[in-house]
């Protein structure tokens, strides 16, 4: 194995480490009776083999004294016997209760870690701006959130702590048997060395089969979650077998990734049991010998094969543990990398919060490069009086939807000055500045909740009467109350138990009851057969009135309700008048656009 992967594997450990370190503290006095339990295991183990050691030179000296005397064991032994006998019951008791207790407080302090950690990994994913998570993918992220951080609260538990008692347990083993005889203490650590050896070279290897199988696992969830995502399409286009193949193969690099991450680990443990049966019978033979040299008693030697035995148990389980606590780095690292993504978008300081505003919006100066780098706005700068509804039109890849994303601080330009009512959007907190705007996009997002939920997700504080007044001017209070049981009728996820229009009408009350003063309308009527059209089209009325509203649209039959046109093209507004003025002008891009799409109605 390469010093490149031994390197790599410790890296990969310390971020873990760093990355978990935080959140035990908060725990710290749970661990530490954890851990206090768990040095009372250590001690009930080094004490358990005494009892036999005595009991064991009590019954041969009673046998001694019996062959030489030709009598028979005496009441004294058995009253020794019983004596031993009830003290190793209650160590073994002890030991029992010491590791239960550290069992149960290490699994609180690993459940309760991995719950912070999953929150805080969760919030960081959701501050981070739609440039990662238009590159990233939904399933891998997932799997990061759910399976990574599982993994690692397992781990935690079945590994981690019974390695820390196993090491603990390894070195007060090895101070004892110094003592009780040097030479047999060497098999020990000799021993011991040979397995940090071996261990040395194969846990890279193992971190590196782990972190290849939680990649293709991830990589995994990703096509599964992308192909049910898309499952009308594939069923339509029968793709099932494409889809299939292609999860087969990601299955299947995943199963070899998993299997040589297995075998590189029974392979360290199978080493170490060699190791083991070596030294056991080096110690049995050299013991044997010194007992009948009269160097030890039979009960030293038992004593010392018993602790033998408790030495090389650790050396067995970190073996083993060693596979899973690289497999736990793997999943840790994944973790870390989530964490260590950027967060572009953040609040100022000191913060500044919005006030209610008009709408008055004010693009300064802007300009801004798109995720390939090429030029998308040059020095654009528009005005737009509080109350006014624009049209915001242009070729697809334009940046329309971009530049309407600016007034959410979903992304930021890279120069320039975005101004809500005087406010610089880069100068307020998020909250305050989202929470003056209200957007409708053309596919309608509903959650996995009742509609009066879906609803109230516009402003959470929101009366039941509220909720209803809103769905009503939005046109959707009818075809509520038909549904089952109202406005308590659960949805399904993404609301597909609902047609689009509907969906649609729920997400402009949700608008509603937000009851914002500026209004983005990203291509809200789109879609939709001209029955849906229309109702949603007077309920879009309603929501916009009296509010700044930035529309962007290819239907034509919203721009009779609009005041201003705007085309965008080649990151400057190119034509910029009344709807009336605009459509008049056989030349312009607008009118040759609004031609072409009237033609395509008509055919």
């Not at 998570?133 to 397992?154: C, F, K, M, P, W």
């Not at 599964?224 to 193949?245: C, D, K, N």
Request: glycine share 10%; hydrophobic share 45%; with cysteine.
């Amino acid at each position: 194995m390469s010093r490149n992967s031994r390197t790599l594997s410790r890296q990969a450990l310390r971020r873990t480490l760093r990355m978990i370190v935080p959140h035990l503290r908060r725990h710290r006095l749970l661990a530490l009776g954890g851990l206090l339990a768990l040095a009372g295991d250590v001690v009930f183990r080094v004490l358990e083999p005494w009892p036999v050691k005595y009991a064991v030179d009590a019954v041969t000296a009673a046998l001694g004294a019996r062959v030489a005397a030709g009598t028979g064991m005496g009441e004294d032994v058995g009253i020794t016997l019983v004596t031993w006998a009830l003290i190793l019951a209650a160590l073994v008791a002890g030991r029992a209760l010491c590791n239960y207790a550290s069992t149960v407080a290490f699994a609180l302090v690993g459940s309760r870690v991995a719950t912070e950690l999953r929150s805080r990994v969760f919030d960081h994913v959701q501050s981070l701006s739609l440039r990662y998570h238009s590159r990233a993918s939904v399933g891998d992220t997932s799997q990061r959130l759910v399976g990574d951080i599982g993994r690692l609260q397992e781990v935690a538990v079945t590994a981690g702590l019974p390695l820390v008692g196993n090491v603990l347990t390894l070195l007060v083993l090895l101070g004892v048997v110094i003592v009780l005889d040097p030479v047999l203490a060497g098999v020990v650590v000799a021993t011991a060395a040979a397995y940090l050896v071996l261990s040395r070279f194969s846990t890279p290897r193992i971190t590196d089969a782990s972190r290849a199988t939680r990649k293709g696992e991830g990589q995994l969830v990703s096509s599964a979650a992308e192909a049910l995502g898309a499952i009308r399409v594939v069923q339509a286009y029968g793709l099932e077998q494409t889809v299939a193949a292609d999860f087969a193969g990601g299955n299947e690099r995943a199963l070899r990734a998993g299997v040589r991450a297995r075998r590189l680990a029974a392979g360290l443990e199978r080493s170490t049991d060699l190791l083991v049966g070596a030294a056991t019978a080096v110690v049995l033979g050299v013991g044997g010998w010194q007992v009948l040299r009269g160097a030890m008693t039979p009960g030293d030697m038992v004593l010392f094969l018993m602790y033998l035995k408790l030495a090389m148990k650790p050396l067995r389980d970190m073996a083993k543990y060693t596979g899973r606590i690289a497999r736990a780095t793997a999943s840790g690292e994944r973790i870390a990398d989530l964490l260590e993504e950027p967060v572009e978008i953040g609040d100022p300081t000191p913060t500044l919060a919005m006030g209610r505003v008009d709408g008055d919006i004010a693009f300064d100066s802007v300009s801004a490069r798109d995720g390939h780098g090429r030029e998308l706005f040059r020095d654009l700068s528009l005005h737009i009086p509080a109350g006014q509804r624009v049209g915001l039109l242009g070729p697809s890849g334009a940046g329309k939807s971009t530049l309407a994303g600016y007034l959410l601080r979903l992304a930021d330009p890279d120069s320039g000055h975005v101004l809500i009512d005087g406010y610089d959007t880069r100068r307020v907190t998020r909250a305050s500045l989202r929470s003056q705007v209200s957007i409708l996009l053309q596919e309608s997002v509903l959650f996995a909740g009742t509609v009066r939920e879906n609803i109230r997700f516009g402003r959470l504080d929101a009366a039941d009467h509220e909720v209803e007044e809103a769905a009503r001017r939005a046109g959707a209070d009818e075809f509520i109350r038909s549904l089952p049981a109202g406005y308590d009728t659960v949805l399904g996820q993404r609301g597909d138990t609902l047609s689009g229009g509907q969906r649609q009408r729920i997400a402009i009350a949700r608008a509603l009851v937000r009851d914002a003063p500026v209004v983005i309308l990203d291509e809200a009527t789109t879609g939709l057969d001209p029955q849906a059209r229309a109702l949603v089209g007077a309920s879009v009325d309603e929501l916009t009135r009296g509010r700044t509203t930035l529309a962007i649209t290819h239907d034509l039959g919203m721009l009779a309700g609009l005041d201003r046109l705007l085309w965008l093209e080649n990151g400057r507004i190119v034509e910029d008048g009344t709807p009336r003025r605009l459509l008049s002008q056989r030349e312009g891009r607008i009118a040759q656009w609004a031609a072409t799409q009237l033609k395509q109605v008509r055919t």
